[in-house]
């Protein structure tokens, strides 16, 4: 099974924005979604190469850092695919 690990914040609105689209477009089945407050798992969220929330990590290769449209997201998906 793949692992997405989402590092952010609660107060981020670009970590909602996000969310919501996690929300609309879903993953593939066989990928477990971790999210990662940093604030809260700030000694994981140091242990990883970041600097942007939110950050988006399968497995253990970084695939998306930042800000994001509908268009990274769905990019997002089709990496997890």
């Known amino acids: 099974m793949k692992e997405l690990k989402i590092f952010a914040l609660r107060t981020c609105p670009y970590c909602q924005r996000a969310f919501g689209y996690l929300n609309k477009y879903g ?11 940093e604030d809260e798992e700030k000694d994981l969220a140091d242990s990883y ?33």
Request: negative net charge; charged residues 35%.
């Open 27 to 37: 993953l593939p089945e066989d990928v477990n979604v971790r999210i990662i407050y």
């Open 49 to 81: 190469d970041y600097y942007y929330v939110p950050s988006f990590y399968l497995n253990e290769e970084k695939i998306h850092e930042g800000a994001m449209d509908e268009k990274d997201f769905l990019e997002v998906v089709k990496k997890c695919q």
